[in-house]
T-cell receptor
Framework: DAGVTQSPTHLIKTRGQQVTLRCSPI?????VSWYQQVLGQGPQFIFQ???????GRGNFPDRFSARQFPNYSSELNVNALLLGDSALYLC????????????FGEGSRLTVL | EDQVTQSPEALRLQEGESSSLNCSYT??????LFWYRQDPGKGPEFLFT???AGEEKEKERLKATLTKKESFLHITAPKPEDSATYLC??????????FGKGTMLLVSP
């Protein structure tokens, strides 16, 4: 069975640019969450979407936005990139909204120069 | 604000040398405490869910326990393949996960 897939796996951007990261959840999973993981730190919650609606937002600036499509896939957008946005961006899916049993993808490694 | 503190930050063990990892937490309305394993360059992999104090879960050489303020991940007779970063997370009343920084475990043959 296919797990959570993310694309691209690696990308390099310069300050001020915009980036879009994509995620396909496990088949049947209706919840998608996004996390940012800076080197040496634990994942930090950015967004959760369930049934195509935003159900939670972490402490991130408005430069970060996301959406979920009818097929439950999701995109994370970051505008006006800063050096500090360099991180591993993780997507996770789960069956329901209220579950900590998340299935993570391998992440998108973003480097901002 | 939910908080999770893990200790130690790093732990080096010899193969077969048992030990424990600690996760201390403060959370508003605990829905669950979760342990994940993360290998370098990979996403976290779910290990256990604990819901109430006194609960224990086991999987191979790992056993997780929960009290009202902390959780322990006990590793019995570890093998080199147990080397990874172990992450603890709590789900509070707002149904989002708060992760600790993790404990990096290295098991030498």
């Amino acid at each position: 069975d296919a797990g959570v897939t993310q694309s691209p796996t690696h990308l390099i951007k310069t300050r001020g640019q915009q980036v879009t990261l994509r995620c396909s959840p496990i088949s049947g999973h209706k919840s998608v969450s996004w996390y940012q993981q800076v080197l040496g730190q634990g994942p930090q919650f950015i967004f959760q979407y369930y049934e195509k609606e935003e159900r939670g937002r972490g402490n991130f600036p408005d430069r970060f936005s996301a959406r979920q499509f009818p097929n439950y896939s999701s995109e994370l957008n970051v505008n006006a990139l800063l050096l500090g946005d360099s991180a591993l961006y993780l997507c996770a899916s789960s069956l329901g909204q209220h579950t900590g049993e998340l299935f993570f993808g391998e992440g998108s490694r973003l480097t901002v120069l | 604000e939910d908080q999770v503190t893990q200790s130690p930050e790093a732990l080096r063990l010899q193969e077969g040398e048992s030990s424990s990892l600690n996760c201390s937490y403060t959370v508003s309305g605990l829905r669950g405490l979760f342990w994940y394993r993360q290998d370098p360059g990979k996403g976290p992999e779910f290990l256990f869910t604990l819901y109430s104090a006194g609960e224990e879960k086991e999987k191979e050489r790992l056993k997780a326990t929960l009290t009202k303020k902390e959780s322990f991940l006990h590793i019995t007779a570890p093998k080199p393949e147990d080397s990874a970063t172990y992450l603890c997370a709590v789900e509070g009343r707002y149904s989002t996960l708060t992760f600790g920084k993790g404990t990096m475990l290295l098991v030498s043959p």
